[in-house]
């Protein structure tokens, strides 16, 4: 049951995820968080970095869906000015935005992977639903309410996982 809960990879942020290793691994795309993954969860925009990151993919038929529990609001103003498609209100870690994610960019689960910075909504629901996960280190050190509470089930997690030699890497 645990083992739900491990990613497949971890990543320090998304900018260590390129085009030409997911290529190797047959991904054809890329099923990501918005907040704390690609920016900060109070930032509206994406940065120049985002922006170039997602070319990036683009430029090497990666395609990418934006999955993220927000409301339609925060995701569509992010979304839209990078005509980034992106599911909102998606109820992670429950497996219905993923699948709808995959139909969405006509590809086989076995070649999209799932990234985000929370075990307890992406890396579990990925992981459920037969996604290569990959967890990235949050962009903030604040959160919402909510993922606070996330946040303190995580470390315990994650601690558990270093105490059985799961993990290699500090948070």
Known sequence: MLNDFLPDQHVKNIFEITPEALKEKGIKGVITDLDNTLVEWDRPLATPKIIEWFEEMKRNKIKVTIVSNNKEGRVKAFSDPLNIPFIFAARK????????????MDIKKE??????DQLLTDVLGGNRSGFHTILVVPVAQTDGFFTKINRTIERRILNWFRKKGKITWED
Request: charged share 20%; no cysteine; hydrophobic share 55%.
């Open 93 to 104: 870690p429950m497996g219905r935005a993923f699948k709808k994610a995959i139909l969405q």
């Open 111 to 116: 070649e999209a992977v799932v990234i985000g």
